[in-house]
């Protein structure tokens, strides 16, 4: 069956699209190549985490990338991780750290794993307290901000009483 490409699309051999019978799904490598997408991550920012060895998708016989479940999942997890701020070469040492306990559940940290962690935690305790310094801050303007309003609407009430009276 064959239908028109989209809305206000012209006609020719470009425009035509065969759409499949019975409103059947798309074969499990397109899907499969959809999955990060619906992860909320663009394909570009997957072909960066590939690059940065975050995200390790399967190649096709044609060259494309196939995700699986478990990658999107894995893209999902860096991204939230890059939005918190963290630094991709501490991401993949999380990875790579979660990736060992997943196949040997008694190793340990190595030392300069738990060094860079430690390192990250003092930074994010740091940024944590200037965040607090500057909300005080913020949250004191506008309470004085909001009170000074206020007295001066107070004021104004006050002078349109006295000149109507």
Same mark, same amino acid.
């Given at each position: 069956?064959?239908?028109? %490409?989209? #809305?206000?699309?012209?006609?020719? #051999?470009?425009?035509? /699209?065969? /759409? #499949? ?13 959809? @999955? ?6 663009? $394909? ?25 479940? &478990? ?17 991709? /070469? ?8 979660? *990736?060992?306990? %997943?196949? *040997? $559940?008694?190793?340990?940290? $190595?030392? &300069? ?6 390192? =990250?935690?003092?930074?994010?305790? *740091? ?7 500057? /909300? @005080? ?9 909001? @009170?000074?309003?206020? &007295?001066?609407?107070?004021?104004? =009430? ?8």
């Amino acid at each position: 069956m064959w239908a028109r %490409a989209g #809305p206000g699309r012209r006609g020719g #051999p470009s425009s035509w /699209r065969a /759409r #499949p019978r019975g409103g059947r799904r798309a074969p499990a490598r397109r899907r499969a190549r959809r @999955r990060p997408r619906r992860a909320g991550v663009s $394909p570009r920012v997957l072909r960066y985490y590939e690059q940065q060895g975050l995200l390790l998708p399967r190649r096709a016989g044609n060259d494309y990338r196939e995700y699986t479940e &478990e990658d999107a999942a894995r893209a999902q997890r860096v991204a939230l991780m890059v939005r918190s701020g963290m630094p991709t /070469r501490l991401i993949k040492a999380v990875l790579d750290l979660e *990736d060992t306990l %997943a196949r *040997d $559940p008694d190793a340990s940290c $190595p030392l &300069e794993v738990a060094d860079l962690l430690a390192a =990250e935690l003092r930074e994010l305790d *740091d940024r944590i307290a200037c965040l607090t310094r500057s /909300r @005080r801050t913020i949250a004191d303007y506008l309470e004085r901000t909001s @009170r000074t309003a206020a &007295e001066r609407a107070s004021a104004r =009430e006050s002078a349109r009483a006295g000149a109507s009276a």
